[in-house]
């Protein structure tokens, strides 16, 4: 029976992710540390109790929620600057010189002077986190609005449609694998933007997201909860790329426009 392609990628991956776990348990057992390096089964264990208690659930709850309005605001501004930036000179060169100076600016680098503006609340990691989207999704979007080809460009113009029907009916259906590559990469640094600020401050009226949830647990030298806490952003990583993947599938795989 011969395998398929797929099926012997899902079979090799399973293979090394149980080879990390074995090395592990084998290594954490070896060096007889909990408070160091705790086993595969007290995390796994620690990470069963938190979400039967609901605690680490309220805490992926919180983060998602701020993520999301940091995500999404992101999005529109976004959005705005790049239809900006193809419709106008003025906004290709403000598109450009934005990037260029703000693009390489450390999200966390700015979390001082959001405490600074918004105070100690959510404010100040929404801020930062629509700073850690905004640039990589505009940078995508521009780029696959420039490699519109001149062919469809010129269907444009031979139907007159407007700079807003352009853009809607042909430069975003044309760009949707650079917005979608764009869109990958925002939620990422949105991700990892999110989790550093709560590590940092990330706590308001008493609701902490996970980064906190772990900045606790180190404290109360809980480290199998802290190993826990990891092990939840790296799932709800894992879980949004497969979106990620699926929606891929969906569209510009289906579309021709990329091969998998």
Partial sequence: ?????????????????????????????????????????????????????????????????????????????????????????????????????????????????????????????VFVIVHAVLWPISINIYSGFQGVSNTLKMVSKNYELSTFEYIFKIAIPAAFPSILTGLRVGWAFSWRTLIAAELVFGVSSGNGGIGWFIYEKKNQLDINLVFAGLLTIIFIGIITDILFGYIERKTVVKWGMKTK
Avoid at 1 to 8: D, E, T, V
Avoid at 10 to 37: D, G, H, Q, R, T
Avoid at 45 to 64: D, H, N, T
């Fill in 1 to 125: 029976m011969k395998i398929s392609k797929k099926s012997k990628s899902i079979i090799i991956k399973s293979f090394l992710f149980a080879s990390l776990i074995l090395l592990w348990e084998v290594y954490a057992i070896k060096l007889n540390n909990p408070l160091m390096f705790p086993t595969f089964s007290e995390t796994i264990k620690g990470f069963f109790e938190v979400i039967q208690s609901g605690e680490l659930i309220s805490r992926i709850l919180a983060s998602l929620k701020v993520q999301f309005m940091g995500y999404v605001i992101g999005i529109a501004l976004a959005g705005v600057l790049t239809i900006f930036a193809i419709s106008t000179r003025f906004g290709a060169y403000l598109l450009e010189l934005l990037t260029a100076v703000f693009n390489p600016l450390p999200p966390i680098a700015l979390l001082p002077l959001a405490l600074l503006w918004f105070g100690l609340g959510y404010g100040s990691i």
